[in-house]
């Protein structure tokens, strides 16, 4: 397959919507909090993510600089900001590479089918910041799926079965709520031992019926149900938040954080209203989905009609994509003349909503809530995927072609957390992964053909100022900021001492 070369151009990172909503109103954002709470901040944490994201893809705060290896043309591409809450570029990015490692290291060549079980609301919000209850719920879910799985393959004669899961915890929905819920990959069928090839077998099992679905997410809700009694907590007492350690954290969060899940504003003039619908019917009546494979019960949903066939890798890293996909669209913001910003839905709501309207605190609110706590882990495994499953190794070999050359690369974890997920081996450079994503191959020279080599990473302020003064005076910008798409020639290039 023949690669695009030219049509590649560095994303205007200053020039987008939510770059510049943020940066405009972060700080009275920051101060409406704190008068909100009595004088206390926002978690460090969520302040950090949204400075962070201020940097990220600006050039005045660092850059890898490229040059050509015929032509010496050179191309400057500024250093990202690696947040995990609402930056699209980033999320993006992590998107395609975490997707491509399922594929590529993980994910066996067997059928797949995705399960995604949405919780109570007062449940979501005792999950967003409680990341050990949290896991310790999607155990409870994982084990009744694994058991599900075990017990049909009893009736095909398999009596040690076992599947495998890969859960992505996504803290968002579409309208950019806080809205935890899980989304896993199973294996549809299981995996059981030949002792007379002394290898592992793949059994495909037919896809469930709406009826198993059902009693699936019944034993879910009973058994998630005993596990918060275990705990003390009960989802719908409604005076638990006296002994909420979110409100005795931040208090200013904790109200944040219950407004998004309810679809209301928590700050400002339009406290404890709805967040504007366009398109609305206020008379619509709530209808439940009636979809294959789709249960509710108790506030608890669970649907089960979406799959990968075992030879469609493709669809399969689509499906991936859509687990791991970011929170935030940047082409479905839309800044109007007076401040305000419209964020278009995917697809339409049942009451017919097709666009929510966002005062500039009040989107940066929701995004506020879509933060995850540093160092916890999103991406978990369990059944013979598990690190720590005695078969992991032989399971993820299956059915695999015969291994390549080894590629060197460096582990790069994105965060600290109890061993439950794979070991990450590669660390995917921004070029593959914009060939993997995109088709374009982002180091050929658009002069010339050739190929552009990383030469330098420039982080020092005053080195930063000096490349970026000389492409501005060189483009007649003396005194207006660099343009979103630099690239330097070679007089340019040996201006700046490169």
Same mark, same amino acid.
């Given at each position: 397959m023949s690669l695009s070369t030219g049509d590649y151009r560095p994303r205007d990172a200053e020039h987008a919507v939510l770059y510049r909503v943020i940066d405009e109103h972060l700080d009275a954002f920051l101060d409406t909090a704190r008068r909100h709470a009595d004088g206390a901040p926002l978690p460090a944490f969520?302040?950090?993510? +949204?400075?962070?994201?201020?940097?990220c893809g600006v050039l005045a705060h660092g850059f890898a600089r490229l040059r050509c290896t015929d032509c010496a043309l050179e191309r400057l591409v500024p250093f990202s900001c690696k947040g995990r809450g609402f930056c699209p570029s980033c999320g993006g990015r992590r998107m395609t590479e975490c997707a491509a490692r399922q594929v590529d290291e993980v994910l066996p060549r067997v059928p797949v089918r995705q399960w995604v079980l949405s919780l109570p609301y007062r449940?979501?919000?005792?999950? !967003?910041?409680?990341? /050990?209850?949290?896991?310790?719920?999607?155990?409870?879910?994982?084990r009744v799926l694994l058991g599900f799985q075990r017990q049909r393959a009893r009736r095909y004669g398999i009596c040690d079965g076992r599947s495998g $899961?890969?859960?992505?915890?996504q803290r968002f929905g579409g309208g950019l709520n806080l809205n935890g819920h899980y989304h896993t990959l199973? +294996?549809?069928?299981? +995996? +059981? /031992?030949?002792?007379a090839n002394d290898a592992l077998d793949f059994r495909p099992l037919p896809p469930p019926t709406d009826e198993e679905v059902g009693h699936v997410l019944?034993?879910?809700?009973?058994r998630v149900q005993r596990l918060l009694k275990r705990r003390w907590l009960d989802p719908c007492d409604t005076d638990m938040c006296q002994a909420d350690p979110v409100v005795e954290e931040s208090p200013v969060l904790a109200g944040i954080s219950s407004a998004s899940i309810q679809g209301r504003i928590a700050l400002g003039p339009r406290a404890g209203a709805r967040v504007w619908r366009v398109g609305a019917d206020p008379d619509a009546p709530w209808v439940l989905s009636t979809a294959p494979r789709h249960a509710h019960l108790a506030g608890f949903d669970l649907h089960a009609n979406v799959d990968a066939p075992a030879s469609d890798r493709t669809r399969l890293e689509q499906l991936c994509r859509y687990l791991l996909r970011p929170a935030v669209a940047q082409d479905r913001l839309r800044l109007l003349d007076d401040g305000r910003i419209v964020l278009t839905l995917k697809t339409a709501w049942a009451d017919g909503t097709r666009q929510l309207l966002f005062e500039p605190l009040e989107l940066l609110e929701k995004l506020a809530a879509l933060i995850p706590r540093p160092r916890i882990n999103l991406v978990l495994y369990h059944g013979v995927l598990a690190p720590h499953s005695g078969w992991r !190794?032989?399971?993820?070999?299956?059915?695999?072609?015969? !291994?390549?050359?080894?590629?060197? !690369? $460096?582990?790069?974890?994105e965060a600290d957390d109890e061993p439950t997920t794979a070991p990450v081996v590669r660390y995917w450079a921004w070029a593959d992964l914009m060939r993997r994503a995109f088709d374009i191959d982002v180091l050929a020279c658009p002069r010339c053909g050739g190929r552009l080599r990383l030469i330098a990473t420039v982080e020092a302020p005053d080195a930063i100022r000096a490349i970026l003064g000389a492409l501005a005076e060189s483009e007649g910008l003396v005194g207006r900021a660099p343009p979103p798409v630099p690239a330097l020639n070679a007089s340019q290039a040996a201006a700046t001492g490169a």
């Open positions: 969520v302040e950090q993510e +949204f400075r962070d994201f201020l940097t449940l979501r919000y005792l999950l !967003a910041w409680d990341h /050990a209850l949290a896991r310790a719920v999607l155990g409870v879910y994982v $899961s890969v859960t992505v915890i199973l +294996f549809d069928g299981v +995996f +059981f /031992a030949d002792r019944a034993r879910i809700a009973v !190794a032989r399971v993820v070999a299956h059915g695999a072609p015969p !291994a390549e050359a080894p590629v060197v !690369a $460096s582990a790069a974890p």
